[in-house]
Structures are given as structure tokens and as C-alpha cells.
Nanobody
Framework: QVQLVESGGGLVQAGGSLRLSCAAS????????MGWYRQAPGKQRELVAA???????NYADSVKGRFTISRDNAKNTVYLQMNSLKPEDTAVYYC????????????WGQGTQVTVSS
């Protein structure tokens, strides 16, 4: 059974930085896409950033230029470097690993709280 284990959340002042990590425990077949989502209280879960196996990335407009997603394929790990944090970035952040097609899957992490104080 594959589990995604997240770390790196916490409390930070506005303008500060945090780095989230998400690693897969157990054997996992080739990951097509790794992503980070977030959900603030009373709001729907939204995509923050995603990265494909080939390294292509996409970001939500609200985080472009401030957040950077990266992956280590050898470690089955995805990172989210968050700089210039704002109070509106406060949310629970979830990682997501997807493989489409043969031996496909859609795994989610348990979520990690990020709180940005003003």
C-alpha cells in the first residue's frame, strides 16, 4: 500500500518562506504527474502547482513567481518551495501523485497546515 508522507508545513510570518516535501512510501510505479493542492476554510480545493515526469510545470496565477515545484524521481519525492508568503496562502496543502493508464493510480497525502500571519 502506497502512502504519501508530507512534511514542512507550519506557521510563518508574511514575507517568509517554507518548503514542503512529499515522499511516497512503498513501491510505486512510474509517476506521470505530481502536484500540490490547497484548501482554505470554506473554500474548494485548488491546484497550486504540478509537474510532469518530463519536468513541465504549471502554476496557479496566484502563486506564479513566488512558488516553485520540483521533483526527485529517484526518491519519488516532490517539493514545493514557497517564498514571499501571504496570509491568503494559509490553507491545508495536499500532495497528489497520478499515473494514467496501465497500472494507473491517484494517491493523496494527508495534508499539511500552512499558516501565514500578517
Amino acid at each position: 500500500q502506497v502512502q504519501l508522507v508530507e512534511s514542512g508545513g507550519g506557521l510563518v510570518q508574511a514575507g517568509g518562506s517554507l518548503r514542503l516535501s512529499c515522499a511516497a512510501s512503498g513501491s510505486i510505479f512510474s509517476i506521470d504527474r505530481m502536484g500540490w493542492y490547497r484548501q482554505a476554510p470554506g473554500k474548494q480545493r485548488e491546484l497550486v502547482a504540478a509537474i510532469t515526469g518530463g519536468g513541465s510545470t504549471n502554476y496557479a496565477d496566484s502563486v506564479k513567481g513566488r512558488f516553485t515545484i520540483s521533483r526527485d524521481n529517484a526518491k519519488n519525492t516532490v517539493y514545493l518551495q514557497m517564498n514571499s508568503l501571504k496570509p491568503e496562502d494559509t490553507a491545508v496543502y495536499y500532495c497528489n501523485f497520478v499515473r494514467i493508464g496501465f497500472r494507473g493510480y491517484d494517491y493523496w497525502g494527508q495534508g499539511t497546515q500552512v499558516t501565514v500571519s500578517s
